[in-house]
């Protein structure tokens, strides 16, 4: 059974970048499937920031492209997040997630727990 | 602000049927599948309907999910308090080449 697990600061200062990283056991990344980052802000709904495979292939939100880099290191099984310039609301609840099937465009089925990143000097 | 557009509660007594919107347009529900998470305070969102009308395995057959155009609805039947949390819709949206999410709905069991 496949199992995420987020892992990253708790606290972030404004203009700084938010780096988060995801530990994937019971799955090779290498292998296949799209692997994912969403955030749930305080109060807010879900939000996608991005996508990649293990090939490098990646597809980021466009309102948070600029900032944002989801890298791989295949040699850990795990995958990072990246965003550059944070402010305030960056504050959120970070998930990372395995698609269903091995499609960019396809549903999470497999979330970890979640980690909260609060962004504050 | 959410391409998908649901209204932001519903509810209903224990054993009652409630259904949920999701409307979108032609770049993301009426070209592509749709997917629905349940979401609880404090966990991990849990999918509960991909391919539109289809269910993982391991979800009750009280979730069922249905698309026509470019809208989307998901239908709780039998309803129970374990149900009450937020769910979203969720799709990949063509001209965002990105996965969106719906403004989402909170459902309360009254």
Do not use: M
């Not at chain 1, 990649?52 to 309102?63: A, E, F, K, R, W």
């Amino acid at each position: 059974q496949v199992q995420l697990q987020e892992s990253g600061p708790g606290l972030v200062k404004p203009s700084e970048t938010l780096s988060l990283t995801c530990t994937v056991s019971g799955y090779s990344i290498s292998s296949d499937y799209y692997w994912g980052w969403i955030r749930q802000a305080p109060g807010k709904g879900l939000e996608w920031i991005g996508n990649i495979h293990h090939s490098g292939n990646t597809y980021y939100n466009p309102s948070l492209k600029s900032r944002v880099t989801i890298s791989v290191d295949s040699t850990k099984n795990q995958f990072s997040l990246r965003l550059s310039s944070v402010t305030a609301a960056g504050t959120a609840v970070y998930y990372c997630a395995r698609t269903q099937r091995p499609n960019f465009y396809s549903a999470y089925e497999h979330w970890g727990q979640g980690t909260l990143v609060t962004v504050s000097s | 602000q959410s391409v998908l557009t649901q209204p932001p509660s519903a509810s209903g007594t224990p054993g009652q049927r409630v259904t949920i919107s999701c409307s979108g347009s032609t770049s993301n529900i009426g070209g592509n599948t749709v997917n629905w998470y349940q979401h609880l305070p404090g966990t991990a969102p849990r999918l509960l309907i991909y391919s539109s009308s289809q269910r993982p395995s391991g979800i009750p057959d009280r979730f069922s999910g249905s698309k026509s155009g470019t809208s989307a609805s998901l239908a709780i039947s039998g309803l129970q308090s374990e149900d009450e949390a937020d769910y979203y819709c969720a799709a990949w949206d063509d001209s965002l080449n990105g996965y969106v999410f719906g403004t989402g709905t909170k459902v309360t069991v009254l």
